[in-house]
């Protein structure tokens, strides 16, 4: 599923981001360019990161 629409990015575009060790919503943006236009996603890039068994609660 699209997490991002501006930038394309699907929900395991971002579990990977994860899982390679980004640990807040800035570190997933660099990595995939989730976040990064309008923003609007941010609070489904925090969920997945806290959902991951690697991710930290960091919320930046």
Same mark, same amino acid.
């Given at each position: 599923m699209y997490v991002c629409l501006c930038a394309g990015v699907t929900s395991q575009q971002v579990i990977d981001a *994860? $899982? $390679?060790g980004a640990s807040n =919503?800035? /570190?997933v !943006?660099? %990595?995939t !360019? $989730? !976040? =990064? *236009?309008c923003g609007r996603c941010k609070n489904n890039i925090r969920a997945l990161i806290a959902a $991951?068994? =690697?991710g930290t /609660?960091? %919320?930046t």
């Open positions: *994860v $899982a $390679a =919503t800035k /570190q !943006g660099e %990595l !360019g $989730a !976040g =990064t *236009v $991951a068994p =690697t /609660q960091s %919320l």
